[in-house]
């Protein structure tokens, strides 16, 4: 435990879910703490199990000093700067994990969700801020009865009923980058599905809920919204597929009639070089690597993974598990620090 500790008034803390065990993000979380006077990260908490993280940073030789903290007020105390710099606050999971670094535990799986879950409910009874995830390993959750594509949706389902919202969550994935911020409309679904998912009920909503968080989080007053086609030369007038005029056309004039400043359907081919992204503040795409290729190509260790459209920030590094290097001491975390910086200016309105 933490000595002398400094009580202070002080904001929510950003909570960070612990992730896959397995995986590079417990290591790249307690490494960001060790380098806490070169890398100034933003305090945070994490979520997870003490005896998982003390066996880690015995195995990689890192000296963090984990503060195990059962009530609000010890928590808000505990990220204090003059009591981080002590030690890494953390919440302690219920569920015990055991993987080390490379060699998953499929019984570790239980303890991944709980993590999310505890963090989620920390907001939502208002003693955090902000949630950071660490990757999660999807099959290892799917294997374990995980009935949930991936974080943003199950993130939504969390968010289900929250206090003072007048409609359901419809969570929306966002990789934004220093030069790019990109949105796909469809998700975590095979490219052979994408265009009978497309709906214009649904592009507009991409639509409205990137203009709104971009104003409500990233205080963009009037955001300017380019919108990509789904086919070659977004359709080509028909020769290269209907849905680009059938189905995105429509879904932008409508936006356009609620008086969000949107263009479109774009060639995708030509929307993201720098001339062209001068023009607008975010990307609204068709699918998946449509919109996260191009925001890693310019951006792959800054990206992060914003979900818009919760009644809570969230944000996670723009990477996976990377097993091939876990405990190797290779992993970078400038992702990790970029996702705790967004979350630290998101939930304090001066991101930008």
């Given at each position: 435990m933490a000595t002398n500790i400094v009580p202070a008034p002080n904001p929510l803390p950003v909570l960070v879910s612990i992730g896959e065990p397995a995986g590079i993000g417990p290591e790249i979380a307690l490494n960001v703490w060790c380098k806490r006077a070169e890398l100034a990260p933003p305090t945070f908490a994490l979520v997870g199990d003490r005896e998982h993280l003390d066996r880690?940073?015995?195995?990689?030789?890192?000296?963090?000093?984990?503060?195990?903290?059962?009530?609000?007020?010890?928590?808000?105390?505990?990220?204090?700067?003059?009591n981080f710099d002590r030690a890494l606050p953390i919440l302690q999971t219920k569920n015990r994990l055991s993987a080390m670094p490379s060699k998953p535990v499929a019984g570790d799986a239980a303890g991944v969700v709980e993590a999310i879950q505890t963090a989620v409910q920390w907001i939502k009874d208002g003693h955090s801020r902000a949630l950071v995830t660490l990757p999660i390993n999807k099959k290892s959750l799917y294997d374990?009865?995980?009935?949930?594509?991936?974080?943003?949706?199950?993130?939504?389902?969390?968010?289900?009923?929250?206090?003072?919202?007048?409609?359901?969550?419809?969570?929306?994935?966002?990789?934004?980058?220093?030069?790019?911020?990109?949105?796909?409309?469809?998700?975590?679904?095979?490219?052979s599905h994408v265009p009978k998912a497309l709906t214009t009920d649904a592009i507009v909503s991409t639509i409205e809920i990137t203009a709104r968080d971009l104003t409500?989080?990233?205080?963009?007053?009037?955001?300017?919204?380019?919108?990509?086609?789904?086919?070659?030369?977004?359709?080509?007038?028909?020769?290269?597929?209907?849905?680009?005029?059938?189905?995105?056309?429509?879904a932008i004039e409508q936006a356009r009639i609620q008086g969000i400043d949107c263009v479109g359907p774009l060639p995708a081919d030509t929307m993201f070089h720098d001339r062209a992204r001068a023009g607008y503040d975010a990307a609204v795409c068709m699918y998946h690597d449509q919109a996260l290729i191009p925001a890693k190509a310019l951006a792959f260790d800054d990206s992060v993974n914003v979900t818009l459209g919760l009644p809570f920030v969230r944000t996670s590094p723009d990477h996976g598990t990377?097993?091939?290097?876990?405990g190797t001491g290779q992993a970078n975390p400038s992702s990790f620090l970029a996702a705790l910086r967004m979350a630290d200016d998101m939930s304090t309105g001066i991101a930008g």
């Open positions: 880690l940073s015995g195995m990689m030789d890192m000296p963090v000093r984990l503060h195990v903290c059962d009530t609000p007020d010890e928590l808000r105390t505990a990220v204090m700067p003059a374990s009865g995980f009935d949930y594509p991936g974080h943003t949706e199950f993130l939504g389902a969390l968010a289900a009923g929250w206090p003072g919202q007048t409609h359901e969550p419809r969570p929306v994935m966002m990789l934004a980058g220093p030069s790019l911020k990109a949105v796909p409309v469809t998700i975590h679904i095979p490219l409500l989080r990233f205080g963009i007053n009037s955001p300017r919204i380019a919108v990509s086609g789904l086919n070659p030369h977004a359709g080509e007038n028909g020769a290269m597929g209907h849905e680009d005029a059938a189905i995105i056309a429509p990377a097993y091939d290097i876990a």
